[in-house]
């Protein structure tokens, strides 16, 4: 629906390389609940043995243990290397020439890392600690590097687990859901997910007022919330585009090239909630710097994009909106900017006479605005 469509930056990868290659692998197996690397010389093994291949079938016991596998690392192509390992129920670390690759406390289930090696042997060690009582025990370990396509080195016989359908939430009319939102490394606790029937979605974090996340597609995957105890999360099903860190969207700064602050010392921040059109879609308000905002995002007619209107209810001096933080922006004509590498445009609306400002910040830029009392703009994707 959008015309034309350009194509670049396409390439061709030949998957021909040979692939790194386990061997003497040995395994121990400790009793008990291991959140980090234990001592190994005062933990005497429940089991000792060798193995063909990385597997969790040589443990017997049901919950509450850690494999080790030590080993070698047979290298024949030089290159970087990505590693993704799967642990249910617990965590797990791998080292290869004694080097962290995946730390044991990056995640749930779950860890990926990344490292350079040269051709050559060298030395492997893989740690498997499984808690949870209700997930089955299961380890895989997954390679792709330089002309090698991501392959499985592990036992591909043992299941990660019961298979599980995933939990859609679709939006064929405007539809709204509360659940935390994960944006990178950073959990959004307060965020509202809003659905429209352009399928064009967004979400908003009323700890900060920002739109944290915008994508076309499917609405929510909500099957990390839903599915068995869930951590409460849902992710978006489509193309995201993303703005940055969450932190607050409006500030006052002491100069237009001042930090934005990151907490709320001083701001006398407190949320207000939203109110529903005849439509169902939600106006967002919120008391900030002894003024009332009003934050009202429409999806457009076309389905190109959103539509921002931010209001103050007073005027406050020195205050500046963050609309949006990328790796890159392009000044495209006056009031229109091109952002991420041609990911998305940001258009200046009505912004009075103020004029946004592109500042570097911390290896990235930013573009901020100073505001008075009401202030329109568009992101068209």
């Known amino acids: 629906d959008h015309g034309p469509v350009a194509f670049r930056n396409i390439k061709i990868t030949t998957y021909d390389k040979p692939r790194p290659e386990l061997s003497d692998l040995k395994y121990s197996i400790y009793k008990g609940r291991y959140d980090a690397e234990p001592v190994y010389k005062n933990l005497p093994p429940e089991a000792q043995g060798s193995s063909v291949i990385l597997s969790s079938n040589v443990n017997t016991i049901p919950n509450e243990f850690l494999i080790r ?8 192509e030089p290159g970087e290397y990505n590693f993704n390992l799967n642990t249910a129920g ?10 962290v690759v995946i730390p044991i406390g990056q995640g749930r289930g779950r860890g990926t890392g990344k490292v350079t090696l040269p051709a050559g042997d060298f030395p492997f060690e893989l740690l498997y600690s499984k808690f949870l009582d209700f997930a089955k025990p299961a380890l895989g370990l997954a390679i792709a590097g330089p002309g090698i396509r991501e392959y499985i080195i ?6 990660s687990g019961d298979p599980v359908d995933p939990i859609l939430i679709n939006a064929p009319v405007n539809t709204m859901l509360r659940s935390f939102v994960d944006i990178d490394t950073v959990r959004v ?24 996340q915008l994508w076309r597609g499917g609405f929510l995957d909500a099957t990390p919330m839903w599915h068995l105890r869930g ?6 099903v489509g193309m995201i585009q993303r703005f940055g860190k969450p932190m607050f969207a409006i500030e006052k700064l002491s100069s237009p090239n001042a930090a934005w602050l990151t907490d709320t010392t001083g701001s006398g921040y407190r949320a207000k909630g939203y109110v529903l059109d005849n439509d169902d879609r939600p106006t967002f308000r919120y008391f ?19 539509g921002r209107k931010i209001s103050l209810q007073n005027p406050v001096a020195n205050l500046y909106v963050r609309l949006a933080e990328a790796n890159n922006i392009e000044i495209v004509s006056d009031g229109l900017y091109l952002l991420n590498d041609k990911s998305y445009y940001l258009q200046i609306d009505d912004a009075g006479n103020e004029k946004p400002l592109v500042r570097d910040v911390d290896g990235h830029k930013e573009i901020i605005i100073p505001i008075q009392s009401n202030l329109s703009y568009s992101v068209l994707f």
């Open 90 to 99: 617990g965590r797990g670390l791998l080292k290869i020439k004694d080097q």
């Open 154 to 159: 592990s036992d591909a016989n043992v299941a």
């Open 288 to 306: 900030i710097y002894n003024t009332m905002v009003t934050d009202s995002i429409r999806v457009l007619t076309d389905g190109h994009g959103i």
């Open 69 to 76: 596998y030590t080993g070698t690392i047979k290298v024949k």
């Open 231 to 236: 951590d409460g999360s849902s992710r978006p």
């Open 189 to 212: 606790t307060h965020a509202v997910n809003v659905g429209s029937a352009q399928q064009v979605h967004y979400t908003y974090d009323m700890d900060n007022g920002m739109i944290v």
